[in-house]
């Protein structure tokens, strides 16, 4: 029996919805925003969250975010937001479907037999993003060493390479949190004020361009790893300070 949360602030619909899936067998709760949809996850997990993007306390785009980097639980994103950029954005950040109100439920309890169907045939309907490898204890023999004054990053052996502002600023999102992905919704506001825009790839071409650059200039392959529905993680072991180039 599939357990299920209805995540709407409109109460009427969320009542109504809720209770036609009940009567179809399945094991459901509602919540009208996102903290509380986090207080029902801390009580029991769900198999499928159904979610809408207007949401009072967060959109329903950086709820589907956060669930996707720490669940399995399959998304059902449920709004009236119909444009094409809405639904790449909803199922880049990892829904699995998206439907336009309004909408029968039927179609609702369709997509849900689907998404349970898959999953109980050992498909994922889209698993959380493996976690990158867990950066190890930095040893400042054989860590990354970035350089937040001068604005350079040193591999273990080779020479430092100089930072743009613009790299700079990425490496220090990433370095901060060595191991753990950074969403390019983050590194988008980090770097330009705006909101992350999915039909650009102008994050992508500054790992590539760093990537190339680092790796040309000391030898070493910058462990810059990117995380899929989420972000770029810095997975080798890092500590902040002075550098010492090893070409003076």
């Known amino acids: 029996m599939a357990r299920i949360?209805?995540?709407?602030?409109?109460?009427?619909?969320?009542?109504?919805?809720?209770?036609?899936?009940?009567?179809c067998g399945f094991e459901v709760r509602g919540a009208s925003r996102g903290a509380?949809?986090?207080?029902?996850?801390?009580?029991?997990?769900?198999?499928?969250?159904?979610?809408?993007?207007?949401?009072?306390?967060?959109?329903?785009?950086?709820?589907?975010?956060?669930?996707?980097?720490?669940?399995?639980?399959?998304i059902i994103m449920l709004t009236a937001r119909s444009s094409l950029i809405d639904?790449?954005?909803?199922?880049?950040?990892?829904?699995?479907?998206?439907?336009?109100k309004p909408v029968d439920f039927r179609e609702v309890e369709a997509q849900v037999k689907a998404l349970m169907r898959r999953m109980q045939?050992?498909?994922?309907?889209?698993?959380?993003?493996?976690?990158?490898?867990?950066?190890?204890a930095a040893d400042a023999r054989r860590a990354w060493v970035f350089d937040d004054i001068e604005w350079r990053i040193q591999p273990p052996t080779g020479a430092a390479v100089p930072l743009t502002a613009t790299e700079f600023?990425?490496?220090?999102?990433?370095?901060t949190v060595p191991g753990e992905p950074v969403s390019r919704q983050?590194?988008?506001?980090?770097?330009?004020?705006?909101?992350?825009?999915?039909?650009?790839?102008?994050?992508?071409s500054l790992v590539r361009r760093l990537r190339i650059k680092v790796e040309e200039r000391s030898g070493c392959p910058l462990?810059?790893?990117?995380?899929?529905?989420?972000?770029?993680?810095?997975?080798?072991p890092v500590v902040s300070s002075v550098v010492e180039d090893s070409t003076s």
């Open 5 to 23: 949360i209805v995540v709407e602030d409109e109460a009427d619909l969320r009542d109504d919805l809720v209770e036609y899936l009940d009567r």
């Open 186 to 204: 983050d590194i988008s506001v980090a770097l330009t004020g705006r909101d992350w825009d999915p039909y650009s790839r102008s994050i992508d």
């Open 223 to 236: 462990p810059v790893q990117a995380v899929h529905g989420v972000g770029y993680a810095f997975v080798g």
């Open 87 to 100: 639904r790449v954005i909803g199922l880049e950040l990892g829904a699995d479907v998206y439907l336009v």
């Open 36 to 74: 509380e949809l986090d207080r029902l996850l801390e009580g029991g997990p769900a198999d499928v969250i159904v979610l809408d993007v207007n949401l009072p306390d967060e959109d329903g785009f950086s709820v589907a975010r956060r669930i996707r980097a720490s669940s399995h639980a399959a």
């Open 169 to 175: 600023k990425f490496l220090s999102l990433l370095v």
């Open 121 to 136: 045939k050992g498909v994922a309907p889209l698993a959380a993003p493996e976690p990158p490898p867990a950066a190890p």
